[in-house]
């Protein structure tokens, strides 16, 4: 992956459920890219959009550069209301694996249009969190690019990726959309 394309933007790694461990590849690519910063929840084990989603919302205020998030599980549902709410200087989303909203008990509270922003969904066609084709529809409805990724389970460190270089090539990608569109809307 580029570094220096991903140096013209802030990346914010936004886990889900339990947070994301050792060898989940989002914490393999904070290693690999030490300026990746990870969206701390303070309750790992309770999933809560609202709660999630403004911690999202502070995090990307403490910092005005253009910011790229890389979300995966709940933290990608989180991350389409934050930026629905408010896309103030995001250039772009990489949704991984979302969480099914139904079974979260969320669905009403998530943007049912197009985000303002680029954003890629990957999926898994044995996710035991949400069907492919539930992602794929989430995707529809929120303008974003699916990608099928093939039977990856939960695209988590279960599914064996290592440093995942066919996630890194959908994120050089939105790096790349992002900086075209050049649309990143600034903090007021």
């Known amino acids: 992956m580029s570094a220096s394309l991903l140096s013209q933007f802030r990346v914010l790694v936004a886990p889900g459920l339990h947070n994301s461990g050792k060898e989940h590849w989002q914490s393999r690519w904070q290693r690999l890219y030490s300026s990746f910063e990870r969206v701390e929840q303070d309750d790992w084990e309770r ?20 910011t790229l998030i890389v979300a995966h599980s709940f933290g990608s549902l989180a991350t389409a209301h934050s930026v629905a709410a408010d896309p103030s200087g995001v250039a772009g989303v990489l949704l991984v694996a979302p969480a099914d909203p139904d ?21 898994s066609r044995d996710d035991p969190w949400m069907t492919a084709e539930r992602a794929a529809l989430w995707a529809a409805r929120w303008g974003s ?24 090539r959908q994120l050089q990608l939105l790096a790349q959309r992002a900086r ?3 649309n990143v809307v600034q903090f007021a």
């Open 145 to 168: 690019d699916f990608i099928d990724g093939g039977a990856l389970g939960h695209i988590n460190a279960e599914s064996g990726l290592g440093d995942w270089l066919d996630g890194q």
């Open 180 to 182: 075209q569109a050049g």
């Open 47 to 66: 999933p809560d959009l609202l709660r999630w989603s403004a911690r999202l919302d502070q995090v990307r205020r403490a910092d005005r550069r253009p």
């Open 103 to 123: 079974k979260f008990g969320v669905a009403a509270l998530l943007p049912q249009g197009p985000l303002p922003c680029p954003s890629i969904m990957i999926g």
